[in-house]
């Protein structure tokens, strides 16, 4: 049986391995590890368990759009072990975390991701809010949001992430 809960200090261990496992070609255990260690309400982690194993796990950053309050989150990143993958765990986690977040008064998440698969959730193409760096042209579609509450204008300008989104290689191919 799947279950999905916040993650604890315990689990960044076991994550160290599944993000290898899940992008043998990147290396994300660094954002992973700043993830864990950001100031308290700042980033909501969750995992999904079976049994007592670890077999996904998403983030999400609250952040500002330009000098608004902090309404907006990024999601980011997203694995499930390759063992695992493809039957609803990656979706589940997206869910449960958007429902959290939303009842924390965030408007709107962000991603960057393909737009095949995050599509699937209901995120569409963001023009308005620009990511923190320019992305190159092949990623333009890849830069999605989907708005949790409706709102009377719609954001714009740029995403102010926490320092340790502030990394070009975090945002290019
Ligand atoms: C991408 C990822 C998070 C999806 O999680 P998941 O639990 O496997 O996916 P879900 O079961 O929620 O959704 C399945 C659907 O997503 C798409 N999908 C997921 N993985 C896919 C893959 N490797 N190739 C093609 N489509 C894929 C398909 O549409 C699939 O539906 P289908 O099986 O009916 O064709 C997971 O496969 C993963 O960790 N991949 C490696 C890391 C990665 O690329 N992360 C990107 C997010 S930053």
Redesign the pocket.
């Known amino acids: 049986m799947i279950a999905i809960r916040k993650a604890d200090e315990a689990d960044l261990e076991p994550l160290l391995t599944l993000y290898p496992d899940?992008?043998p070609d990147?290396d994300?255990t660094a954002l992973v590890r700043d993830l864990f260690q950001a100031p308290e309400g700042e980033v909501l982690s969750l995992v999904?368990t079976i049994g007592d194993q670890i077999v996904?796990h998403?983030a999400f950053t609250l952040c500002n759009v330009d000098d608004r309050p902090r309404t907006a989150a990024m999601?980011?990143?997203?694995?499930?072990?390759?063992a695992?993958?493809?039957?609803?765990?990656?979706?589940?986690?997206?869910a449960e975390g958007m429902r959290l977040v939303k009842a924390e008064k965030i408007e709107q998440v962000l991603?960057?991701?393909?737009p095949?698969?995050?599509s699937?959730?209901g995120f569409s193409a963001e023009q308005a809010i620009a990511p923190p760096y320019p992305l190159p042209l092949e990623w333009a579609g890849a830069w999605q949001s989907i708005k949790l509450i409706e709102t009377a204008q719609n954001p714009a300008g740029p995403l102010r992430l926490p320092v340790y989104w502030m990394k070009p290689a975090l945002w290019a191919p």
Do not use: T
């Open positions: 899940a992008f990147e994300l999904a996904g998403v999601l980011a990143p997203l694995a499930v072990a390759s695992m993958q493809r039957r609803g765990i990656g979706k589940a986690l997206i991603v960057l991701g393909d095949k698969y995050y699937q959730s």
